[in-house]
């Protein structure tokens, strides 16, 4: 039932590695249950590395493409997830009534940043995007009110 499926969105600083990578796991793993986007507070681009190693997992995110959470202003979520600190800080107001969830990811570029071995770079896209795909695995369950904490 596709009419049925959970709307989120995950949302980072640029919409360049993370909230990509978790925009293509949730459709590669949960497509059936959920209806995924990404965006950023800004678009850096979306990063080349990011796109390597999903595309060594089996999932390819090499259509995608860096958008502001403007271009996404007509769809009504039912969860917005920060997948960084400074997203969940500049999170902007969406319509209707969308929950948000602080999901936060460690930033590959930054740990990336100084290794002189390519592989050892991109061991740190890898580790964050098992992290991403056990996040998503989770999902919709982790990301529903529960009875105690309902809104």
């Known amino acids: 039932m596709k009419a049925d499926r959970l709307k989120i ?6 919409n360049s590695c993370r909230s990509q990578m978790a925009e293509g ?3 590669q793993l949960r497509g ?8 950023g507070i800004e678009t850096h681009g979306l990063n080349p590395h990011a796109v390597a190693v999903m595309r060594e997992a089996g999932v390819d995110i090499s259509t995608h493409h860096s958008k502001l959470t403007d271009e996404l202003a007509g769809v009504r979520f039912d969860v917005v997830v920060t997948v960084c600190d400074n997203a ?3 999170c902007p107001v969406f319509p209707g009534n969308a929950r948000t969830v602080h999901a936060p990811f460690p930033d590959p570029p930054a740990l990336a940043r100084g290794e002189t071995d390519p592989e050892a770079a991109l061991d740190h896209y890898r580790r964050v995007r ?7 695995l989770t999902l919709p ?3 529903q ?5 309902a809104r």
Do not use: K, M, N
Request: hydrophobic letters at 45%; a negative charge; aromatic letters at 12%.
């Open 88 to 90: 969940a800080e500049s």
């Open 9 to 14: 969105l995950f949302l980072c600083t640029g």
């Open 145 to 149: 009110p529960t009875r105690e904490g």
């Open 141 to 143: 369950e982790s990301v």
């Open 130 to 136: 098992d992290l991403i795909r056990d996040f998503v």
């Open 25 to 27: 796991w949730a459709r």
């Open 32 to 39: 059936d249950i959920l209806e995924a986007w990404s965006a």
